[in-house]
């Protein structure tokens, strides 16, 4: 039996929280509007990398991208404190390194490589700071009243549009593919992470954080998820064409019906004597 | 349609003992059948305690209760359980599969240990799957004579246009027909059955009333010229049907009568002296009859 110890990533980039808010410029603006309304707190940029803009926050800033944040008394203020002091710890520097040396062999932008490369690079780290993380979404809750709830699950459908993701709690969650930031292939273990503030609850899908697993063990559980999906069903229950018919009909019928006469002479219903 | 319609109930409710002709309807009632593909398995139920986490990690719900079976070609195949892979036909999870009986009642009385004694439940039975086809599947299927598919009559026990498939056939072990007799949903009434047993011999054996009712149609096609019989010539080959017809109720009724009467002579003390002469009186009587309608066909297929 294989066994898995997943995690969520503590961490996000700009990228995905641009993402997150509709993608593209208008993502990018919309991130800046939050950045200047204080609704995100300050972001630790690593600068350039390769011709990636890449900027580090942690993960419970996600309650920033509910307007409704600023209805709460203090909040902004709290939210760049308890943000601040998280990034200053050993571990998030060394996460913050892990970052960029992941980052420098990407062609393209995939935070499901990012997340895969800085458990490489820094586990320990990773495992250490997503505690930090952990520890400050539990006081935002108590300061704050916001609430985060990471559920694991599988990418049951994918299309342009949503994502709908089976829950190994139970039920399915339907997301717009917006708000994904893992690669939508069918079977692959996600990250559903439910931000509340005040009455409104938003999930946004990532990746899992897979640590202590052998090459291609993901594979091998993504292959197990895959092979449980839903089968189609038919309405009802057809006949295997594979059946070989013997109707052998022939152009012609009789000229007249006729009877047969030999009734009352079965032998596959008898049952002789006691024996 | 049928011959025997029109006299008497379709189907019968499931006497106390299984009989030729019921119809079972039970979630393990599947038509599975093997292709190159099947090997022996290994594996087992995993218990309910690591069910929940493998199931977790398969992505798959799975009650804390329940256990799940976890099998494979990889495993060591087990001698007891006899597992191996094999094929079904698809069908919905929801529909329970549902399968009719075509052992004959002598051996499923045997199997089953049905007013038997000094037996125990064994062997293994003949059953064909039951499928669902659309209205018009049904209704020419019952028109033009398939041997291998049996258009079943309606009833509310049974989904709408239900067909027994001869040639999807699979056996069960004799001892869980025997447990899940209570999964009968339904029996054949007697005119039913027959025409059940007609339609499997000429879809196993190509012998019986329907194999030769469709042969001698061709020869009064060919005796007309080929295309549509000419009822002059139908009459002639019907006429060899007809001897047919009392040789074949010759074989089942009264030669299954002798057999009945030398069981009642060597099991119970009946008396042969008593018993033979019923018996040859009406063989007598029939080869006589079968003797004549011979020689009336022989001369109408001469005329012809």
Known sequence: MLCFMTGAPGFLTNHELDQFLGGGDSGQRQRQRLLAAHLLPSAVTLGKVRRFNVAL??????????????????ATETMQDVAARTLRSEAFGQVSAAVRESVRSFDHWSFDELVDGVVERAADAVHEWDEDVDAA??????????????????????????????????????????RVVTAGVCGRAVLLQRVKVLSKEVGYVMPVENFGTEPGERDLAAWFASMSQPIATPGVVTADETYVSDSESVPYGRAYSRRGHWHGSSTMTRVPAVR | ????????????????????????????????????????????????????????WISQRVDGDEAIGVYSPALTPNRETRFALAHTTFRAASDSPCAILLSDSCLVATSLVQGRQRRSVGGRLLFAPLSTVSAEKWLSLTQQQDFGRFPLPADR??????????????????????????????????????ELEVRWDAYATRRGPLAYGRNTLKLASLLSGGGQPAAQQQAAADAIADTLDLAFFIEGSDLEAVSAAEEQARIFGGKPEVLAPPLTAAIVTHLRDLAALAAAAADRLEAS
């Open chain 1, 137 to 178: 979404e539990q006081e935002l809750t108590e300061r704050l009243g916001i609430s985060f709830l990471g559920e694991t699950g599988v990418v049951r459908e994918a299309d342009a549009d949503v994502c709908v993701i089976a829950l190994d709690s139970g039920g399915e969650e339907h997301v717009p593919s917006t």
């Open chain 1, 57 to 74: 926050l942690p993960r419970f800033v996600l309650a920033g991208l509910a307007r409704d944040l600023a209805r709460i008394p203090h």
């Open chain 2, 1 to 56: 349609m049928y011959e025997g319609f029109g006299e008497g109930e379709p189907y019968a409710p499931p006497q106390h003992d299984v009989l030729f002709g019921d119809i079972f309807k039970a979630s393990f009632m599947l038509d599975v059948f093997v292709r190159e593909d099947t090997k022996p398995l290994g594996g087992g139920d995993l218990p309910a305690n690591l069910a929940s986490k493998f199931g977790k």
């Open chain 2, 157 to 194: 026990r049974l989904p709408e246009h239900t067909v027994a498939e001869m040639g999807g056939c699979f056996m069960v072990d004799a001892r869980d027909v025997k447990n899940h007799a209570d999964s009968r949903v339904l029996s054949l009434g007697e005119a039913l059955a027959e």
